[in-house]
């Protein structure tokens, strides 16, 4: 037997990223939101481990205000692959009073997550939480180490960051501090889907073409259901669609599409001149809506 | 994903040389700027007045960057054209500057120098031309910007070159290393495509030269290192017994049947199995996240390196090493730090400190302390032996962090002499 395994340079950098988590910290957790790019991390990290199991639990994050198609999936996979895992949820911190639901016509929970998402570190007593952010999806997270030393309130401080020398990482932290770690940093969009596909994962139906109910608002897609506000005027259609990235269904704008196999999705993307984040109601919120949210706990 | 060639690539130069604009500039060329993405430089151009895009609005993405039009920390930028992926950082050129272009440069396989035709050959450039030496990179690009305010003079020009070519005699690049392109960034003149206006120019474009780069002439093959991450054991029924050693594997490949010499014990074994996820291979590259077991029980640890036992490094408690200074906190004989070489963390004692090295090549005085951005020769005592190469011989296996015991920043970075 003669094969020579030939390494894929970006996968080979997340999966020493990986180990280098496992090895560096007491309790870390990997954030998984359902998403193509944490079930990517999930994909990694089982490499990264073969023929041991993943050796920490995933933590969701649950806004209340998910797809219900990205929870069935989630549930799936973590059966399939027996992971633990951690749920906790926005609606909690909203019933304890911690933070506020908003209101009107761009009322979101997204910006609420970070304050549960804080809690559960707080309770877990995690110091590395791994997330699938990459450096290409926008301009604050091109910033971003690929160790990210946060404080006690899960603070970024941009502007102080530890310089990342070849690929040394330095997860060493103090009492309360914690770490965010990214393996996927380097990762462009097009990368995740040409890897989804090499690989052959499983991803959530909402990824691919299907009917749904829509109306269009400041040039976007956006789903027609009781957790979105909508003004009695904008109309409801049904339509086309899937979604480039999956978060909570009140900033996630759909595009219109036809593509219901994963080649017609690598082929869309290919060609793509519109930028996933564009597809993030979130961000629409101002130039700097990344950098502010990270900078006081945000994933 | 695609196996399309990866070119990582950091640029270089001072304050306002142009660095953001011409990165901009790439990605605009490329086609790589998304409509929403151009749409915010066009309004922000607006807005502020200018009659162009503002290029550097693309990549200048903190709220202070934006507001004061300058670059704070290192960004990577990711585009692609049909052949090549690539990878920049747009490395800062104020106060951090030795920090940020070590940082970004440490991932790069070329840089790109700026040079204000206007400002010519400063103090910069010496600088950044000197850290690209030290850390040996396979190519640089000596790109002569703002043409345009010189009349996209060929005088002009030749005088850089002929300048910086005095820097690279005393450099240890070779002149094919080397390539110079007078460029606008602004205006686009020989980013993709030829410029009319610079005729005497016969070269490549900036983009056509970074096409041509082949990642193998820039990576360096030499004796396989694999320092051991992590110990896989899975303890379960189908894999009761499975020691496997994870690591990524350095320099050269390791094949089933190789004779290995685990250290710091030194004891010998063969190779017995490769594995990478659920597959099992004969022979690994370098570059490769994988997990071996060997054909004895031997007792190995994170932190440990398994080399081929006809290629022992040297292993040693005491080293000389070039570094680079990356924290305000000065580096003082005397002072403690971990060490971190690879994944493998000792604790090290500053002995003494021969010199700070002047960095355009003039030679070096004494000193007693390196200072944020200073690049000096320093001599260690270690807790433990590290099993080493020099930078020269082993690029993976001859570099290290400084940890400070205090605050746990990265405060330095060395280069095994
Ligand atoms: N005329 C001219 N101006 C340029 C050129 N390249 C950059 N600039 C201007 O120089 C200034 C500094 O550019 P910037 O990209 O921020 O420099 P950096 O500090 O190296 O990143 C900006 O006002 C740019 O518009 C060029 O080729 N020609
Ligand atoms: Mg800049």
């Known amino acids: ?293 990270k900078k006081v706990g945000y994933f | ?135 040996r990179l396979g190519h640089v690009v000596v790109a002569v910007n703002k043409m345009d305010l010189v009349n996209y003079d060929e005088d002009v020009f030749l005088k850089i070159k002929a300048d910086f070519e005095v820097l690279v005699e005393k450099s240890d690049f070779k002149t094919d290393q080397i390539t110079f392109i007078p460029i606008s960034a602004l205006k686009g003149e020989n980013i993709a495509k030829h410029s009319e206006l610079m005729p005497w120019y016969v070269g490549n474009t900036l983009l056509d030269h970074l096409e041509v780069l082949e990642p193998s002439d820039l990576h360096e093959s030499t004796v396989a290192r694999f320092p051991i991450q992590y110990v896989t054991r899975p303890r379960t029924e189908a894999f009761h017994d499975f020691r496997g050693f994870s690591g990524k594997l350095y320099g050269g490949s390791l094949k089933v049947g190789d004779e290995v010499t685990v250290l710091p014990s030194f004891t010998e074994s063969k190779i017995k199995t490769i594995h990478f996820f659920d597959q099992e291979y004969s022979e690994a590259l370098p570059g490769a996240s994988i997990t071996i077991t060997l054909e004895n029980e031997v007792n190995i640890s994170r932190g440990d390196m398994l080399v081929k036992s006809s290629e022992l490094p040297k292993s040693e408690k005491q080293i000389s090493a070039t570094i680079c200074q990356v924290n305000s906190k000065p580096l003082k004989v005397g002072d403690k730090y971990t060490l971190q070489h690879g994944i493998n963390r000792v604790l090290a004692k500053v002995e003494s400190i021969d010199s700070v090295i002047h960095t355009d090549f003039t030679g070096e005085v004494s000193a007693s302390q390196l200072k944020l951005n200073d690049i000096g020769k320093v001599n260690f005592r270690l807790s433990k032996p590290i099993h080493f190469d020099t930078y020269h011989d082993n690029k993976s296996n001859g570099r290290f962090i400084l940890i400070d015991e205090g605050s746990y920043d990265t405060v330095g970075v060395g280069f095994i002499d």
């Open chain 2, 1 to 135: 994903m695609e196996n399309r060639k990866l070119i990582k690539i950091a640029t270089a130069g001072s304050v306002d040389d142009g660095k953001s604009t011409l990165i901009g500039r790439l990605l605009y060329d490329t086609k790589s700027l998304t409509t929403d993405k151009l749409e915010a430089i066009e309004k922000t151009s607006r807005q502020r007045g200018f009659d162009y895009l503002d290029f550097s609005l693309a990549t200048d993405g903190l709220i202070a960057e934006r507001e004061q039009g300058i670059t704070i920390d290192v960004a990577h930028i990711y585009f692609n054209t049909a052949k090549t992926n690539f990878v920049i950082a747009d490395t800062p050129g104020h106060v951090e500057y030795t920090r940020n272009m070590v940082t970004g440069a440490s991932t790069s396989q070329v840089a790109i120098i700026l040079i204000d035709a206007r400002k010519g050959v400063i103090e910069q450039t010496n600088r950044h031309f000197f850290i690209s030496n030290l850390l």
């Open chain 1, 1 to 293: 037997m003669s094969n020579l395994f030939i390494p894929n340079p970006k996968e080979a950098e997340s999966i020493h990223i990986l180990r280098e988590v496992a090895a560096q910290f007491e309790r870390p957790v990997l954030l998984f939101s359902g998403g193509k790019d944490s079930i990517t991390l999930v994909r990694l990290a089982q490499k990264a481990f073969y023929p041991a199991r993943i050796p920490f639990p995933l933590l969701h994050i649950d806004t209340g205000h998910n797809f219900p198609e990205t929870i069935e999936f989630r549930d799936q996979l973590v059966a399939e692959l027996g992971l633990e895992l951690i749920v906790r949820n926005v609606q909690d911190s909203i019933n304890q009073g911690k933070v506020t639901e908003e209101r009107g016509r761009y009322a979101s929970r997204n910006t609420l997550q970070t304050t549960t998402l804080l809690d559960a570190i707080e309770e877990f007593k995690f110091d590395a939480c791994i997330g699938g952010a990459r450096r290409d999806e926008e301009k604050a997270r091109a910033k971003e180490r690929v160790f990210s030393v946060r404080d006690d309130f899960g603070q970024w401080d941009e502007k102080n960051q530890r310089p990342e020398l070849f690929d040394m990482l330095n997860g060493r932290i103090h009492q309360g501090q914690n770490v965010r770690v990214f393996p996927i940093s380097n990762w462009t969009e097009l990368d995740v889907w040409e890897y989804i596909k090499t690989e052959n994962i499983a991803i959530p139906s909402i990824y691919f073409a299907h009917k749904r109910e829509v109306f269009f608002r400041d040039g976007m897609v956006w789903t027609a259901n009781e957790h979105v506000y909508r003004e009695s005027y904008e109309e409801v259609f049904e339509k086309m669609v899937r979604f480039r990235t999956v978060g909570d269904m009140t900033c996630t704008a759909a595009v219109l599409s036809e593509a219901d196999t994963l080649d017609a999705v690598v082929a869309e993307i290919r060609d793509s001149t519109i930028s996933e984040r564009g597809a993030r109601i979130d961000d629409k919120r101002s130039e700097a809506a990344m950098e502010s949210r």
